[in-house]
T-cell receptor, first 110, second 112 residues
């Protein structure tokens, strides 16, 4: 079992719609979770991080964490073509290292 | 803003060569990391360092070594490059374990 799993995608959404990205993790001791966006040929850039159960909103992005279900999600509201990218979920393990999912590719159709 | 600079964006080397990848950060961060990224496999940790001259193996350290002589600089060394080390290499830094990691632009390394 991979430590961090993401829905495989690709995910195609129309412009203006909500894109929903899901991530599950296996290390129950994980406390910190991060979402990165990676454009093709570029390096990952941080979008959001979340430590506590519940929702965290930043502009058009909302991260949701449910530690009991070992589940993290990212919602992108009012999706724009510039949101087309691969989104990486990462969880901090008990040994302080990050485990990354393989990523979900999102395409926003104009 | 945190700036993590990797010395080369693209690099082509030959099998058996010793290869050095350099990474510098400007935020006085304690922790620095080297990853490689391959299609379908995501980011995998090669080595990390939590202080000058300190290093720990990540998940895939075989064939690699690292050096951290100064706090701002973390070098990845391929002792004898092989074709299966062709990959995108990413350096990252962070101040604390719970803080986000900030990535450099990456080095796309091809071993021929």
């Amino acid at each position: 079992q991979k430590e961090v799993e993401q829905n495989s995608g690709p995910l195609s959404v129309p412009e203006g719609a909500i894109a929903s990205l899901n991530c599950t993790y296996s290390d129950r001791g994980s406390q910190s979770f991060f979402w990165y966006r990676q454009y093709s040929g570029k390096s990952p850039e941080l979008i959001m991080f979340i430590y506590s159960n519940g929702d965290k909103e930043d502009g058009r992005f909302t991260a949701q964490l449910n530690k009991a279900s070992q589940y993290v999600s990212l919602l992108i509201r009012d999706s724009q073509p510039s949101d087309s990218a691969t989104y990486l979920c990462a969880a901090r393990r008990n040994d302080y290292k990050l485990s990354f999912g393989a990523g979900t590719t999102v395409t926003v159709r104009a | 803003d945190v700036k993590v600079t990797q010395s080369s964006r693209y690099l082509v080397k030959r099998t058996g060569e010793k290869v050095f990848l350099e990474c510098v950060q400007d935020m006085d961060h304690e922790n620095m990391f080297w990853y490689r990224q391959d299609p379908g496999l995501g980011l995998r940790l090669i080595y990390f360092s939590y202080d000058v001259k300190m290093k720990e193996k990540g998940d895939i350290p075989e064939g690699y070594s690292v050096s951290r002589e100064k706090k701002e600089r973390f070098s990845l060394i391929l002792e004898s490059a092989s074709t299966n080390q062709t990959s995108m290499y990413l350096c990252a830094s962070t101040q604390g374990a719970d803080q986000p990691q900030h990535f450099g632009d990456g080095t796309r390394l091809s071993i021929l």
